[in-house]
Every structure is written in structure tokens, then in C-alpha cells.
């Protein structure tokens, strides 16, 4: 599990783009997560990050490079476009199956009427 440091608050949490428990803040935008993926433990190590929370916690600011974090959004932003038409891809599937298990079961009960009840 990734560990990171809320950008608003400089706790401790899990997951770099989950919610902190302390102050709430989710980081929504792709510049946020950005700065949330570059201050997690996939990018510095644990005293850094620990570092760097109690800079935030006493109302410093965290110096990132701002470059990075311009790439690191794009990419963010790109992710989202491209798992938006997995997710269309996903809805296509399970309605088929859906519509192919509402067949199948139709085609049962059909079955077993016609063979209680033959013409």
C-alpha cells in the first residue's frame, strides 16, 4: 500500500489519492494528485515524506518541481480519458450479459413449458 502525506494537512494516510481522515481533503483535481503521487513513498522515502508532513502541519510550503508535477497531471488526465471509454467497454459487456442470461432463461422456461404441455 502506498503511503503519502495529505497536502492540505501533512498527515500520514494511505493511498495517495485517498481521503485523509484527519482534515477531509480529497485530492480531486490532476495537479493535486500530481502533488499527492510526488509526495507519496513512490517518490521519497519515508523520512522525507515525514519531513515534509510536519512542514505542511506547521504551515510551510513543500518545494516540488513544478515541471514534474505538469507532466505527472497530463499523464493523470490522459488515465482518466482512457479508463472513462474502459468503463463504456465494461457497461457494453455487462448489459450483453445480462441480455444473453435473460435469453438463456427465457429459452428454459420455454423449454420446460412446451415439454409439460405438447401440442
Known amino acids: 500500500m502506498t503511503a503519502a ?3 492540505n494537512c ?3 494516510k494511505r493511498g495517495a489519492f485517498t481521503c485523509c481522515h484527519r482534515c477531509g481533503f480529497n485530492p480531486e483535481s490532476d495537479e493535486d494528485r500530481a ?5 507519496s513513498d513512490h517518490y521519497m522515502e519515508k523520512a ?21 508535477i505538469k507532466k505527472m497531471a497530463v499523464k493523470i488526465g490522459e488515465q482518466k480519458k482512457n479508463s ?3 468503463r ?3 457497461l457494453v459487456m455487462q448489459w450483453i450479459m445480462i441480455g444473453t442470461v435473460i435469453t438463456l432463461g427465457l429459452t428454459v422456461a420455454y423449454l420446460m413449458w412446451k415439454t409439460r404441455h405438447p401440442s
Not at 48 to 68: F, P, R, S, W, Y
Request: glycine share 14%; aromatic share 0%; proline share 0%.
Open 48 to 68: 522525507d515524506l515525514k519531513k515534509n508532513g510536519e512542514i505542511i502541519k506547521q504551515g510551510g510550503t513543500v518545494e516540488l518541481d513544478e515541471n514534474a
Open 10 to 12: 501533512g498527515t500520514m
Open 88 to 90: 463504456m467497454g465494461c
Open 35 to 39: 502533488r499527492s503521487i510526488l509526495l
Open 5 to 7: 502525506i495529505c497536502i
Open 84 to 86: 472513462s471509454s474502459l
